[in-house]
């Protein structure tokens, strides 16, 4: 390596393992990725109804945590994001999904409309009942519907025709709003990662090197040229050198820590925690934002939900064979089948409101396994008007930064969010789940006043790990994805995205990536 490479990839997230596929590609051009965490061998990866116990394991994730959060009762909230080949694609919930066209408009940044990322949305998707054409095969990612939801999505589909709101055939095909089953990143009932769809694929090839278990400490420069990372490696430092370009690719919050140690941010910050300034770019780690939610949770003795009970012993047999004989079955479903894209006041254009619903029962405790019956809602406000941060807190590499959401700053946000639990509450009230006899057990039936329900979400509010702008399009790079004032330095993640998409945020992000991958390559003008 002390000869360089074409690029270093710093970060082997999703965006990470498209940019070392597509660089690849190219003939005659070398390309080095470098992951801090290890290989993605752990096998509740491989497992899609193990997503909470891949989340769980303390040796691929970064461990995050927020500060306190002003706004919901001063709470520390777990951060969870993956530190592992492939990122948090190796830890997310699998859920495919697109966003609504009007989202990437509002970024309002030439080059990234709806139109300019269609042709890229379209290559990277392998969809295997696609019939329409807004939806496409050939591509590396590989998209399923599941063929045998849990029996109480039919209910809670119900239960919303019951109230009125109406279906989406396809969340996918164009308008997301309405109620109806999810689609899922899964192939041959495996999860599907930026490893498996993108870099899998590449590995042979002798012009990318892979290197796992490296931490990219900083990147370095002459004068303001990015010329490789400083990286460490079993207690060892090196340099990695870039011979065309370094790509940041750490996310949301990664990314804007790496430029800041590197000199990159607000100058004066900077000097007070002894990192030397090489660019005062305040904008740097600013403009954080993310979906904040909360939920209502019911239990019943009905076993129909997901769950380990003395009575369903004998189905959760019948299930692990199935999975371990034919990869199908409950195993191989992300668990969180359906939900629903909906408005929370009817002068709103969009959706703005996610209705997420839950086949099985949380534990109290935190253990992945469902321990017991029963089922609920996890209620989201998809366009949060809060803005927070992500800031150093040393200059050493191996501080986490503080990150800080300002969640429900914005007052409007918590209306958003009174109105989901609203909803959430009116479902399962519905008809329909009157059989299972289901006992609301957060927040309770006592809690029906405006104040009451504020109180709950303001205890409760968490994050479902959707987290953008901190390298924001047009504040921290140009619409290249360059950095601005530096050269041969960009940042292609989560990251840049100047507003978060409305719904889960992994394929958005996968198709900045493939774009930007052209960018690189100079295939657009």
């Known amino acids: 390596m002390s000869d360089g490479v074409d690029y270093v990839i710093a970060g082997a997230g999703t965006a990470g393992c498209v940019l070392a596929n597509r660089l690849s590609a190219e003939a005659g051009v070398t390309v080095t990725l470098i992951e801090a965490g290890p290989p993605d061998d752990d096998p509740a990866i491989r497992v899609p109804a ?144 930026g490893v498996t769809a993108y870099l899998n694929p590449a590995r042979h090839r002798t012009n990318l090197k892979i290197v796992t278990g490296a931490l990219v400490t900083r990147v370095i420069f002459e004068g303001r040229r990015a010329t490789g990372v400083e990286i460490e490696r079993g207690g060892t430092r090196s340099i990695v050198k870039a011979r065309r370009e370094v790509i940041v690719a750490c996310g ?156 429900l700053a914005a007052p409007g946000d918590l209306d958003v969010l009174v109105r989901g639990f609203e909803v959430a509450r009116s479902i399962l009230s519905a008809p329909s789940f009157a059989p299972l006899a289901g006992q609301e057990i957060s927040p309770g039936i006592q809690v029906r006043e405006r104040a009451q329900i504020e109180t709950h979400i303001r205890g409760s509010l968490v994050t479902v790990h959707h987290p953008c702008g901190t390298c924001r399009m047009g504040d921290v790079v140009d619409t290249s994805l360059r950095v601005k004032g530096i050269e041969a330095l960009r940042v292609v993640d989560a990251s840049v995205i100047p507003t978060v998409i409305a719904g889960n945020s992994n394929i958005p992000v996968t198709a900045v990536a493939e774009r930007a991958a052209d960018l690189i390559r100079g295939k657009l003008a």
């Open 252 to 407: 949301a919050y990664g990314s804007p820590q790496l430029l800041q140690l590197s000199g990159v941010g607000d100058a004066a910050a900077l000097e007070s925690l002894g990192v030397a300034p090489l660019l005062d770019l305040p904008a740097v780690g600013r403009n954080l934002h993310d979906h904040p939610a909360a939920s209502v949770s019911v239990r019943t003795a009905n076993t129909e939900s997901y769950g380990l009970s003395w009575r369903t012993v004998p189905r959760s047999v019948r299930i692990a064979a199935q999975y371990l004989l034919f990869r199908s079955g409950p195993l191989a479903s992300n668990v969180f089948e359906a939900n629903g894209f909906m408005r929370s006041r009817p002068e709103v254009d969009r959706p703005d409101l996610q209705i997420i619903f839950m086949p099985a029962h949380r534990n109290a405790n935190g253990h992945w396994l469902p321990r017991g019956h029963g089922y609920g809602i996890i209620f989201v406000n998809l366009r949060p008007a809060s803005r927070g941060s992500v800031t150093l807190v040393s200059n050493d590499p191996h501080d986490k930064p503080a990150i800080d959401f300002n969640f």
């Open 50 to 193: 193990m997503v909470a116990k891949a989340i769980g394991n303390p040796r691929q994730s970064w461990g995050y945590q927020s500060v306190p959060q002003a706004h919901a009762d001063n709470r520390v909230l777990p951060v969870p994001r993956g530190r592992v080949l492939g990122g948090s694609s190796s830890i997310n919930g699998m859920v495919y999904f697109r966003g609504h066209p009007r989202e990437y408009d509002e970024w309002n940044q030439p080059g990234w409309r709806h139109a300019d990322l269609w042709p890229y949305l379209q290559r990277l998707e392998n969809y295997e009942a696609a019939h329409t054409p807004q939806r496409s095969r050939g591509g590396p990612v590989n998209v399923i519907d599941i063929a045998h939801p849990n029996p109480l999505v039919r209910r809670f589909l119900d239960a919303a025709d019951t109230l009125g709101l109406p279906r989406c055939a396809d969340f996918n095909g164009g308008d997301p709003e309405g109620f109806g089953p999810r689609q899922a990143t899964i192939r041959n009932g495996r999860r599907e990662s």
